[in-house]
Nanobody, 126 residues
Framework: QGQLAESGGGLVQAGGSLRLSCAASGRTFTRDAMGWFRQAPGKEREFVAA????????NYADSVKGRFTISRDHAKNTLYLQMHRLKPQDTAVYYC???????????????????WGQGTQVTVSS
């Protein structure tokens, strides 16, 4: 049974940067697409970014495109989200996830992911 654990969240001023990490354990996810989602208080969980199992292709929500970069390191079994030019509206709990649908290269729906981390809080102050 695989597990995912996020780290790297925190409090940052608007315009700052953070890098989130998601460490996998219990199994490897090297053949699975992975993604980042976020959930702000009172809002539904929303897609942020996804990456194919190979790392060769990525997809981003329009709200983060050009500011966030998703990447993965198979040797470390770790997923990353580099966030630049952060805005107060980026404040949320960020979750990493691994897809269980090998037929979907870049899944954007939460229902297509079978493994989830516990989340890490990102707070951006204005």
């Amino acid at each position: 049974q695989g597990q995912l654990a996020e780290s790297g969240g925190g409090l940052v001023q608007a315009g700052g940067s953070l890098r989130l990490s998601c460490a996998a354990s219990g199994r490897t996810f090297t053949r699975d697409a992975m993604g980042w989602f976020r959930q702000a208080p009172g809002k539904e969980r929303e897609f942020v970014a996804a990456i194919t199992w190979s790392g060769g292709d990525t997809n981003y929500a329009d709200s983060v495109k050009g500011r966030f970069t998703i990447s993965r390191d198979h040797a470390k079994n770790t997923l990353y989200l580099q966030m630049h030019r952060l805005k107060p509206q980026d404040t949320a709990v960020y979750y990493c996830a691994a897809s269980y649908r090998p037929d979907v290269a870049l899944p954007i729906l939460p229902s297509l992911y079978g493994y989830w981390g516990q989340g890490t809080q990102v707070t951006v102050s204005s």
